[in-house]
């Protein structure tokens, strides 16, 4: 089994920046691929941003803004987030599977098998 617990959110201002990280413990060792979903109030779940395989994919709404990145070490996923906005409030949740997935199926969050609880992140305008 997995785990994965993510940390990093918190209350920000407009143009500011937050990092948030996913721990994964257990058989963390086969994840080959891991990502970031976030959902606000009243919203479906949308992707952000995840790493399968050597590929990088990112939502539409974060491309240029998010970064994710990877510490195969310490078997965690990091999420940088730059030039915030109000409409980037939401909980942000790690997501991971242990294959690897291509071109659309990255996209959606019934193809990931594990999921963290969830951080919050919260932009003031």
């Known amino acids: 089994q997995v785990q994965l617990v993510e940390s990093g959110g918190g209350l920000v201002q407009a143009g500011g920046s937050l990092r948030l990280s996913c721990a994964a413990s257990g058989r963390s060792f086969s994840l080959n691929t891991m990502g970031w979903f976030r959902q606000a109030p009243g919203k479906e779940r949308e992707f952000v941003a995840a790493?399968?395989?050597?590929?990088?994919y990112y939502g539409d709404s974060v491309k240029a803004r998010f970064t994710i990145s990877r510490d195969n070490a310490k078997n965690t996923v990091y999420l940088q987030m730059n030039s915030l906005k109000p409409e980037d409030t939401a909980l942000y949740y790690c997501?991971?599977?242990?294959?690897?997935?291509?071109?659309?199926?990255?996209?959606?969050?019934?193809?990931?098998?594990?999921w963290g609880q969830g951080t919050q992140a919260t932009v003031s305008s």
């Open positions: 790493q399968s395989g050597w590929n990088i």
């Open positions: 997501a991971a599977r242990q294959g690897t997935l291509y071109s659309g199926r990255v996209y959606s969050s019934s193809n990931y098998d594990y």
